[in-house]
């Protein structure tokens, strides 16, 4: 089976339905194979560990599960697909406007540093050296900018022609004030929040830090190194927003998804 058209982010290796446990297979095997292949193309290392949890979190008795997971099957795949859409527009961008290292960067797997070991991954749906290498579409910055662009574009009814222009102007600028990877997600960051947090856009600061320091993208890879460089980056970039993410608690951080600073030690 071929990912469907525009899918080309991200490390392609299809799962299948019988490798999956008995519990977690639903009657609708179309979709569950989907959900694979559209979180391969992504670089999601276990989307339907991923749709298994965003279902429990919605159940309110057990005869609920299949029909949760089953929901959180299709909005998954639904938010991915969006997801890898919006980075292949950035991609594009950064190709047309001349930035070949950086859009190199952006598609070359990023070797792992040795003392930081990858989280819990399924090894029937990644690369055979996923170990070694982070698929573009997995490392913190190819999670990160799909999303903060499309924090940027709006979600759900918030979304509006205005505010998606203003994203693919935003991309544009921070593209040419990038260099690398980690420098263009966080100037994309410091671009969309709202002015109060010194930016240009009308994302909110504290979304648009869940996605740039995404606490589940640090489990997953377990790449403190990148956060610390990006955050970097924030914190050079633009005082205000990094006053704010420095002045988060603990508490809120968990609650928001977003990697603790004190884990920096910036």
Same mark, same amino acid.
């Given at each position: ?30 979709l569950l194979q989907k959900l694979l292949m559209v979180g391969a193309a992504h670089g999601c290392p276990n989307? *339907? ?26 909005? $998954? ?24 290292? $950086? ?14 070991? *990858? ?9 055979s050296n996923y170990a070694e290498y982070m698929p573009p579409g997995s490392t913190p910055v190819g999670y ?48 969309? *929040?709202?002015? +109060? ?9 504290? +979304? *648009? ?58």
């Amino acid at each position: 089976m071929n990912p469907p058209e525009g899918l080309k982010f991200g490390t392609i290796r299809h799962g299948h339905p019988q490798d999956m446990p008995p519990a977690l297979i639903l009657n609708d095997r179309h979709l569950l194979q989907k959900l694979l292949m559209v979180g391969a193309a992504h670089g999601c290392p276990n989307p *339907v560990q991923v749709a298994l949890e965003i279902g429990l979190s919605r159940i309110k008795s057990p005869k609920d599960l299949p029909e949760a997971i089953e929901k959180a099957e299709e909005w $998954l795949i639904a938010r991915q697909m969006e997801c890898n859409i919006e980075m292949n527009h950035v991609l594009d961008v950064t190709k047309t406007q001349g930035a070949d290292e $950086l859009y190199n960067s952006l598609t070359t797997p990023k070797k792992r540093l040795s003392n930081e070991p *990858v989280g819990p991954y399924n090894r029937r749906l990644v690369s055979s050296n996923y170990a070694e290498y982070m698929p573009p579409g997995s490392t913190p910055v190819g999670y990160g900018i799909p999303r903060v662009k499309i924090e940027e574009m709006g979600r759900d009814e918030k979304r509006t022609p205005e505010r998606v222009e203003k994203s693919n102007l935003l991309v544009k600028k921070a593209i040419d004030q990038s260099h690398t990877p980690e420098e263009l997600l966080a100037n994309l960051a410091c671009l969309v *929040v709202t002015p +109060a947090f010194g930016g240009e856009g009308d994302a909110d600061a504290l +979304a *648009v830090l869940s996605q740039t320091l995404s606490a589940t993208s640090h489990k997953e890879q377990g790449c403190t190194s990148v956060f610390k460089e990006i955050a970097s980056n924030i914190r050079t970039k633009s005082p205000l927003l990094w006053k704010f993410y420095t002045s988060l608690s603990v508490e809120e951080c968990t609650k928001a998804d977003i990697v603790v600073s004190s884990i920096l030690s910036l």
